[in-house]
Nanobody, 117 residues
Framework: QVQLVESGGGLVQAGGSLRLSCAAS?????MNWFRQAPGKEREFVAA????????LYADSVKGRFTISRDNAENTVYLQMNSLKPEDTAVYYC?????????????WGKGTLVTVSS
């Protein structure tokens, strides 16, 4: 069984930055971040392979967000810069798969990010 615990969400002004963390227990997987805004479907944000050597980003966050991982600490990070109000959402850490929510094996409970204009 794998448990994922996100942290680092909060309220930030447009143009600001936040760093999300996801602490994982158990096996090592490829890891993803997804987000779900109010009234919208869950969407892919970023993914990273088990080694950390390859990453993938949604077009909407490319150049602003960076996914990384520390396998010694079993933690995945999402550095979010130049935040926009449209980035407001609950952000979910997900283990397994590659950018496709149907491939995910485990989900965290989410952390809320609110970007004010």
């Amino acid at each position: 069984q794998v448990q994922l615990v996100e942290s680092g969400g909060g309220l930030v002004q447009a143009g600001g930055s936040l760093r999300l963390s996801c602490a994982a227990s158990g096996r090592t997987f490829s890891m993803n971040w997804f987000r779900q805004a109010p009234g919208k479907e869950r969407e892919f944000v970023a993914a990273i392979t088990r080694s950390g050597g390859t990453t993938l980003y949604a077009d909407s966050v490319k150049g602003r967000f960076t996914i990384s991982r520390d396998n010694a600490e079993n933690t995945v990070y999402l550095q979010m810069n130049s935040l926009k109000p449209e980035d407001t959402a609950v952000y979910y850490c997900a283990a397994g798969g590659w950018g496709d929510p149907s491939q995910v094996a485990y989900w965290g409970k989410g952390t809320l990010v609110t970007v004010s204009s």
